[in-house]
């Protein structure tokens, strides 16, 4: 299986504040059609994960742009450009290149 | 309203059974792959099941393989997750999600369902 590798496992952050989240796999998350399938989850007490980035880089519609992913081949990022309240949760990277798709263990992250 | 509503969960004693179901709404159901993705108690997020939007693809992880069977209405708009031969270890939160076209993530999760297996 793909694992996929989280550091840190948690991160205490000020408001305004910049955040780093990485995501290491065992393999290439470049797929054979071209993208590569690494995204960002981010799950909120009480609520449902929800995306926000796909493709390593791409934000969904919605997502604030203080958020950013890059990286390729088996070496991820997240970013947070400056840290707010509401961005409180887990965060969890994601492999989609082979099966078993694969979630990191995620990162917990909290205001200081 | 874009969203995906599950119901089914619920208390089930080990070696039992239950249906879980998926209703989409706000976008075309047939047109996109879904999954079924679980979160045990302190636990991680594990993608226990997906069907391609004809039904023709469809995996289960090992975990579940031989008990579990996805199925899916398309003019119901609906996804099904029929799990036999329940076990402790089943126990978790679990979330039906559409996928991106094209791609291997999930941009629209339900609410989830919790099923308890447990005598």
């Known amino acids: 299986d793909v694992v996929v590798t989280q550091t840190p496992l948690s991160l205490s952050v000020a408001p305004g504040q910049p955040a780093s989240i990485s995501c290491k796999s065992t393999?290439?998350?470049?797929?054979?059609?071209?993208?590569?399938?690494l995204s960002w989850y981010l799950h909120k007490p009480g609520q449902p994960p929800q995306v926000l980035i796909y493709?390593?880089?791409n934000r969904l519609s919605g997502v604030p742009d203080r958020f950013s992913g890059s990286g390729s081949g088996t070496d991820f990022t997240l970013r947070i450009s400056r840290v707010e309240a509401e961005d409180v949760g887990i965060y969890y990277c994601f492999q989609g290149v082979r099966l078993p798709w694969t979630f990191g263990q995620g990162t917990r992250v909290e205001i200081k | 309203q874009v969203q995906l509503v599950e119901s089914g969960g619920g208390l089930v004693k080990p070696g039992g059974s239950l249906r879980l179901t998926c209703v989409a709404s706000g976008f075309v159901f047939s047109d996109y792959y879904m999954s079924w993705i679980r979160q045990a108690p302190g636990g991680g997020l594990e993608v226990i099941s997906f069907i391609s939007e004809r039904s023709d693809i469809i995996y289960y992880a090992d975990t579940v393989k031989g008990r579990f069977t996805v199925s899916r209405d398309n003019a119901k708009n609906s996804l099904f997750l029929q799990m036999n031969s329940l076990r402790d270890d089943d126990t978790a939160v679990f979330y039906c999600?559409?996928?991106?076209?094209?791609?291997?993530?999930?941009?629209?999760w339900g609410q989830g369902t919790m099923v308890n297996v447990s005598s």
């Open positions: 493709e390593v880089s």
């Open positions: 999600a559409k996928h991106i076209i094209g791609d291997v993530a999930f941009d629209l």
């Open positions: 393999e290439s998350l470049l797929h054979s059609s071209g993208k590569t399938l």
